[in-house]
Every structure is written in structure tokens, then in C-alpha cells.
């Protein structure tokens, strides 16, 4: 049991120490705008994870699980907010290149 739990917390560290997505936004925030922008991305990232963290300590699995249609929710309204994110990428690719 102690082996398996070295095992996770090894790749767990591993996975810590890689850039991710969020690395790239600040980085890419903070190199071709300011640094006010770069700590308002940071800061926006950093309450995304205590809203999940809050969640996950509080079982949304477990509220999932009884109210499956909360689930179905939270599903289409992820994707129509990426849905929305992409089009205002678009309309902002079309107006640099006008």
C-alpha cells in the first residue's frame, strides 16, 4: 500500500512541475500585455481552483450522483460557454484582420 502511494504522489509531483495550460496564459499574458493583465489571469486561475477545490471537498459527486439532472446542467452549459468563448474568438480573429 505504501508503494502505490509513493508511486501517485511521484507522478503527481511530476505532473505539479509541468507547464500546463495555465502556465502558457500568464506566460503569454504577461509577455505580449502587462504584468496588471498577467496578475488578473493569475488571480482569475487561482479562484477557478478554490471554487473546485470548495466543491470537491463539499462531494459534488456525491449531489451528482442524486440529482443526475444537475449533472446534464452543468454539461451543456460548459459547452455552450466554450461554445460562446470560440465565437468571440472568431469575431476577434476577423476585427485584426480587417
Given amino acids: 500500500m505504501l508503494m502505490l502511494f509513493a508511486t501517485v504522489a511521484l507522478v503527481h509531483l511530476v ?3 509541468s507547464p500546463g495550460p495555465d502556465f502558457f496564459f500568464v506566460s503569454q ?3 505580449s500585455r ?3 493583465e498577467a496578475m488578473m489571469g493569475v488571480l482569475g486561475i487561482t479562484l477557478g481552483i ?3 477545490a470548495g466543491v470537491a471537498l463539499m462531494g ?3 449531489i451528482l450522483e442524486k440529482m443526475a439532472w444537475l449533472h446534464q446542467i452543468i454539461m451543456v452549459g460548459g459547452g455552450l460557454y466554450l461554445l460562446w468563448m470560440g465565437w468571440q474568438l ?3 480573429a476577423r476585427q485584426r484582420h480587417k
Fill in 15 to 17: 505532473a505539479l512541475m
Fill in 29 to 31: 499574458t504577461a509577455a
Fill in 34 to 36: 502587462s504584468r496588471k
Fill in 50 to 52: 478554490v471554487v473546485w
Fill in 60 to 62: 459534488l459527486h456525491l
Fill in 90 to 92: 472568431m469575431c476577434s
